[in-house]
């Protein structure tokens, strides 16, 4: 088995020798060997590879030179594995008649190398039976699905694809680094050339020298969509500097998704991959009749309710609702170890401070980190959607929410009608989040209820340089050392937290009014904070923790009518 990670890779080469070949798709659950064996910088799909290669019996592996990461695991490759055929393929940017002449005489250099080592001819007959069969490769095409979405960027994992097919979203096309379907060319009378013309006249990616022209050809594929998905590895800086391009020419939502080839990344891509097909997938009259099929009906003279609940990492929310959108009651109950668990006692909690029952509620649509774990839901929505529609119901003047809870933050753009248009998310990492606080608050040994008062009685500017939760403990730990007060303490921590919120409500874009929810913005000291930051007030309402919980309930009511 030959392994290889790129498009421009002459696998049918080696399978016209009956050798088969595989694709490499990292999906590793750590990067413990290849930390060890590269720089900490080194793109994490360089590392994925590492680890899978390491992992799996492959003879050999075919790398090409697209950028210095994978230069780099060629080296590590070569060493580590000195019997095995390791060769890396300099691919040449121009793609006219000189670079296709090029091509096919490095293409030639690596069949003999791989008959030296394997003892294997090639026969270019055989190349040319594969030829003549092959397809000429994968077109934009249209189709009955009501919602399309264009994928774009470094290679898209597997996991990208099950999801949109999980949510019956078609994949129009897939100009990733190895999304399209190969374009193999026959020329009878010199077939080795006529393939490796092919293979360099694909989708340009952003080394070659047609790159110049990416751009024209994307806006032509993104006019067949409702949105793009926009994919780039973790230290990919490439990507990332062509989204920030496209999405000031593409007038179509984008949706950035940042991954690192792990495992761990599924409930992330998960979320925003969610949360954006909410915000363009069109009206689906039918899903909406079926829902309604399953309705709880209640007597004709009698009230419907309707329950939200957001299942986050620190706090489980409830809210119970009428048709007439008013809120009957609600509850703030902490998550423990289960988030089922905590779902069902505050399901028992808000319906006996609302007086009803279990049979009184038509329609219960759960949100947030737990969402998915909630076996009595009759329907889930992302928390992203779900504080746009909360935050309206409070407020319908606030464009811009900052939600920052237990785990994550966000921010969130609004249109007129409290429908979102946008929002990013923070990384894996709680920098900045209530897990944060509560870290900081334990190394101060004061209470988290005690953080936000006690920095507004600051009377020193500190600053926190780290927003890493260890690091930040630390430098913590060596002011406490130098006698800083605990107040400019807690001062400097809630300015650092507004430093890294002000930079997410930045790409989102800061359009007044301002909304925070979330358990933060229970803290007075982060809000003082954020207010200076952005030069605006904050909205806040009465129990900033529900305001997910309500607009899970508004989606109840949508399905209702």
């Known amino acids: 088995m030959i392994g ?10 080696f399978e016209s020798m009956g050798i088969k070949t595989e694709r490499i798709e990292p999906e590793v659950t750590s990067f413990n060997q290849a930390d060890t064996l590269m720089h900490p910088n080194v793109c994490s799909f360089a590392k994925g590879v590492l680890e899978e290669v390491l992992r799996k019996d492959y003879e050999g592996i075919i790398l090409t030179t697209c950028c210095d990461s994978i230069r780099r695991l060629y080296d590590v490759l070569k060493k580590k ?3 095995k055929f390791i060769y890396i393929l300099d691919i040449p940017r121009i793609t006219k008649d000189g670079g296709i002449a090029l091509y096919e005489i490095r293409v030639r250099e690596m069949i003999a190398a791989y008959e030296a080592f394997s003892g294997t001819h090639f026969e270019e007959s055989r190349l040319t039976c594969l030829l003549q069969a092959a397809s000429v ?7 009955a699905f009501k919602t399309r979405v264009g994928i774009l960027g470094a290679r898209a994992n597997k996991n ?10 078609e994949a129009v096309f897939d100009i990733t680094c190895t999304g399209l379907d190969r374009k193999l060319l026959y020329e009878k009378d010199q077939p080795l050339t006529g393939y490796v013309r092919g293979l360099l006249s694909q989708f340009p990616c952003m080394r070659m020298e047609t790159a110049a022209n990416r751009d024209l050809l994307i806006q032509n594929y993104a006019d067949n969509t409702d949105g793009i998905i926009y994919h780039t590895v973790q230290f990919c800086d490439n990507f990332s500097y062509e989204y920030a391009w496209l ?17 761990q990344s599924y409930g992330q891509i998960l979320t925003r991959m969610e949360a954006f097909l909410e915000s363009i997938q069109k009206s689906d009259n039918d899903r909406k009749k079926q829902l309604k099929q399953n309705f709880r009906k209640m007597e004709d003279n009698k009230q419907m309710y309707v329950i939200g609940i957001d299942s986050g990492s620190t706090s489980t929310n409830a809210v119970i609702m009428d048709t007439n959108r008013n809120i009957k009651a609600f509850s703030v109950l902490r998550t423990g170890a289960k988030s089922g668990e905590s779902a069902e006692r505050i399901l028992a909690d808000v319906l006996e401070k609302a007086n009803l029952k279990r049979e009184d509620i038509s329609w219960i649509v759960s949100t947030g980190y737990g969402r998915v774990s909630i076996p009595f839901a009759d329907e889930n929505v992302t928390e992203i959607s779900c504080h746009g529609r909360g935050a309206h119901y409070f407020n319908p003047k606030i464009r811009t929410i900052l939600d920052i809870g237990g785990q994550d933050s966000k921010a969130i753009k609004l249109d007129a009608n409290g429908e979102v248009i946008d929002f990013v998310m923070n990384d894996k990492c709680a920098a900045g989040t209530g897990r944060f606080l509560e870290a900081i608050a334990r190394t101060l040994e004061i209470g988290i209820d005690e953080l ?8 020193e500017e500190i600053e926190i340089t780290s927003m890493c939760t260890v690091f930040a403990e630390s430098e913590v730990i060596s002011l406490i050392a130098n006698n800083k007060e605990e107040a400019d303490i807690a001062n400097g921590i809630c300015r650092a937290i507004a430093n890294k919120a002000y930079s997410l409500m930045k790409r989102v874009g800061l359009e007044p009014d301002f909304m925070m929810t979330g358990g933060v913005a229970k803290n007075p000291g982060v809000v003082r904070a954020v207010e200076e930051k952005i030069q605006s007030g904050l909205y806040i309402c009465p129990e900033p923790e529900i305001v997910g919980a309500v607009g899970a309930a508004l989606y109840a009511l949508d399905t209702l009518k």
């Open 4 to 13: 290889y990670i790129c498009k421009y890779t002459p696998i049918e080469i």
């Open 81 to 83: 594995l000195p019997d």
């Open 137 to 143: 490769g994968k077109q934009l095409h249209s189709s």
């Open 160 to 169: 990208i694809h099950k999801i949109l097919e999980d949510h019956g979203i």
């Open 247 to 263: 999405k000031e020419i593409i007038h179509k939502p984008m949706l950035l998704l940042e991954t690192d080839n792990t495992t």
């Open 452 to 459: 936000g008062p006690s920095a507004l009685k600051s009377t």
